[in-house]
């Protein structure tokens, strides 16, 4: 079975640009949760798709967004990026059934200048 | 969502059994509990899920007492590739894939 992989490994931006990062999930999972993690920092919730649908979002302002493609894959994308969304961001899929566990990828590392 | 209180950091020596302990006094009826590893660079990689008494793998034992305020974590005969970050996470089914991850335990395993 495929694993949950990610694109671009790494990625520098200059601020007030725009990134797209994307996702494919692993084979039958329908849901896709994306997070951000500082250096040093667990991982931070930013948002949720399941069946192509947002299912939930974090304390995160409406300048991060994404979908969910009829194949579970998923981008998010961040508009005016800012110097602190310097962060590896990981994308996790899932059953999206009851407490089934996430299957992470290795995250894409964003640097802002 | 449950919060989580867990040491910032651990030391240990090959061939040790290291236990990690979780608090979690606010945890809901219907909430799980899992144990996330974490290496440099990588994505957090699902260890253990459990919701009460003892749960087994062939990596780790999860022990959670009857008022499941709180879990540990029992990796037996550490080795130096268990270095990383372990995260405790506790999550209901309506909160899957929307985890609040805290700043994990730093395990640090020493020859």
């Known amino acids: 079975e495929t694993g949950v992989t990610q694109s671009p490994t790494h990625l520098i931006k200059t601020r007030g640009q725009q990134v797209t990062l994307r996702c494919s999930s692993q084979?039958?999972?329908?849901?896709v949760s994306w997070y951000q993690q500082a250096l040093g920092q667990g991982p931070q919730f930013i948002l949720q798709y399941y069946r192509e649908e947002e299912n939930g979002r974090g304390n995160f302002p409406p300048r991060f967004s994404g979908l969910q493609f009829p194949n579970y894959s998923s981008e998010l994308n961040v508009n005016a990026l800012e110097l602190d969304d310097s962060a590896l961001y990981l994308c996790?899929?899932?059953?999206?059934?009851?407490?089934?566990?996430?299957?992470f990828g290795n995250g894409t590392r964003l640097t802002v200048t | 969502l449950a919060k989580t209180t867990q040491p910032i950091s651990m030391d240990s020596y090959e061939g040790q059994e290291v236990n990690i302990t979780c608090s979690h006094n606010?945890?809901?009826?219907?909430?799980?509990i899992t144990w996330y590893q974490q290496f440099p660079s990588q994505g957090p990689r699902f260890i253990i899920q459990g919701y009460k008494t003892k749960v087994t793998n062939e990596v780790a034992s999860l022990f959670i007492p009857a008022d499941r305020k709180s879990s540990t974590l029992s990796l037996p005969r550490v080795s130096l590739s268990d270095t990383a970050v372990y995260y405790c996470l506790v999550a209901g089914s309506s909160n899957t894939g929307k985890l609040i991850f805290g700043q994990g335990t730093t395990l640090q395993v020493k020859p």
């Open positions: 606010n945890i809901a009826t219907n909430d799980y």
């Open positions: 996790a899929s899932s059953l999206g059934e009851g407490t089934s566990p996430l299957h």
């Open positions: 084979s039958g999972h329908n849901t």
